[in-house]
């Protein structure tokens, strides 16, 4: 019996081997994408093509890859198909003829122009904004963040249920089957508006949960970390804090908001380290995700996190400004942080260029004393990764809070 039980046992650890290999064959396959821009009346051209370098670095977080574009320039968008005929049918030539597994606009699609965009290229179709609810999708780790996802892809799906039944015919009627009744697409839409007054009902108990431990928290000065995302927010708090945050060169490391309590010299504060920010963020995440934003608007203090050695850093720095002001935490102060100095590069710029000068165009040193000159805002340079100018960046919250701590408890005597 001993033969035939260890071929059975063999063959029973081959075929978890092969299930094994499959799965992770599928885990390693990178889907082939192509992303599409459209330059219209009013934009700028340099500015629609960073977008698009940006939407690629969100495809290679989703888990896709694709260096073709195709960009089209037009006086607005086609209500149909968001693009004209003549780019529509040149894109149908490339995927005939190259491997492709989704198409990926830099826009947000009305269902309308999702249906016919599928219907005349025969592929899969990607908006920004589902594209970005993917990769929350994927990031999110803890039960509140994934009822805060999920809440906001059924808010996406809702208005888009007709598009996903286009392959089904509604009910035909016939002798015995008239008369009340309901399309499989009005089901599923009911179901989901079911599912997402559950999952609000859900996030309502989770916000007051959230604000009890907020609450709970005393009279601690609090500081946000705030940014675009992939600026080194979490790389900075597990400086500060001595923490193990989860952070990678990636976009949207980090969802959930981490709280952790920080002491320089004698004097402590609770630093938060919220989810990033980015051009065109959807606003069912800015609604679902209204209790992590609430660490923000309740901070003491905002410190902003740059990353200067990106070329488009001063539209970033404005992103973040305008989503702040939409969330009513603008008027907070804030404490500007320029992280990355270690990886910003210089360009010489041509005096006789007719192009105006570039962030890029001046030396480290300049931008430092234009911007400490024009702006009245608090800020330093730093380096996180090679821990540059972290003492002086110590030094600078010690005073920002000890001033508020010792509005707070006149009687302490830690100044002294």
Known sequence: MAGPFL??????????LHIQNMIEIKERYIEKAVFVGVIKQGD?????????????????????EGKKRFIQKVDRPDSRTYIRSGKLEEIKSYIAENETDVVIFDDE??????????????????????LILDIFAQRAKTAYAKTQVELAQYQYLLPRLTRMWTHLERQKGGIGMRGPGETQIETDRRIIQDKIARLKEQLKKIDKQMASQRGNRGSLVRISLVGYTNVGKSTLMNLLAKSD????????????????????????????????FIRKLPTQLVEAFKSTLDEVREADILMHVVDISHPNFEEHIRVVEETLRDINAINKPIFVVFNKIDAYRYEEYDEFSLEPKKPVNYTLDEFKNSWIAKENTPCIFISAKNRIGIDKLRSDLYKMVAEIHAGRYPFDNFLW
């Open 109 to 130: 699609l009305s269902p309308t122009q999702l249906r016919n965009l599928e219907r005349e290229l025969s592929c899969r179709i990607l908006d920004r904004t589902n």
């Open 7 to 16: 071929l059975v046992k063999c063959a029973y650890s081959i075929e978890n």
């Open 245 to 276: 945050v989860f952070a990678e060169n990636k976009l949207f490391a980090t969802l959930d908001t981490t709280v952790r309590k920080v002491v320089i010299e004698n004097v402590p504060f609770l630093l938060s380290d919220t989810v990033g």
């Open 44 to 64: 700028d051209e340099r500015q629609v093509l960073e977008y698009l370098d940006e939407l690629e670095f969100l495809a290679e977080t989703a888990g896709a």
